[in-house]
């Protein structure tokens, strides 16, 4: 099994930066996606953005200009800066892995989360 573990969460102020990172036990296979989303306290997980085999990266509208994910292939780690952090950034963030259908990513692999607090 594919293991990931995300590290890199904690307290931040309003307008702060953080920088996640997400160290995936084994290379991925040829048609993957590496995911992150999040859950906040009383809510569903939501997406916040991923990338693909193809190096296509895509992010959620709330997140869009603030947040990157990038991938270091050598260290197998993806990362996810996140820039002018909000409140409502304020979640448990997950990654995970999983292979590129289609027309979706369908995520087999999950990470244990790291917790975000912005205030």
């Known amino acids: 099994d594919v293991q990931l573990v995300e590290s890199g969460g904690g307290s931040v102020q309003p307008g702060g930066s953080l920088r996640l990172s997400c160290a995936v036990s084994v290379s991925s296979a040829n048609d993957y996606c590496l995911g992150w989303f999040r859950q906040a306290s009383g809510k569903e997980r939501e997406w916040v953005g991923s990338l693909d085999s193809d190096g296509r990266i895509n992010y959620a509208d709330s997140v869009k200009g603030r947040f990157t994910i990038s991938q270091d292939n050598a260290k197998n780690t993806v990362y996810l800066q996140m820039n002018s952090l909000k409140p409502e950034d304020t979640a448990m963030y997950y990654c995970?892995?999983?292979?590129?259908?289609?027309?979706?990513?369908?995520?087999?692999?999950w990470g244990q989360g790291t917790q975000v607090t912005v205030s």
């Open positions: 995970a892995s999983g292979l590129r259908l289609p027309t979706r990513c369908r995520y087999d692999y």
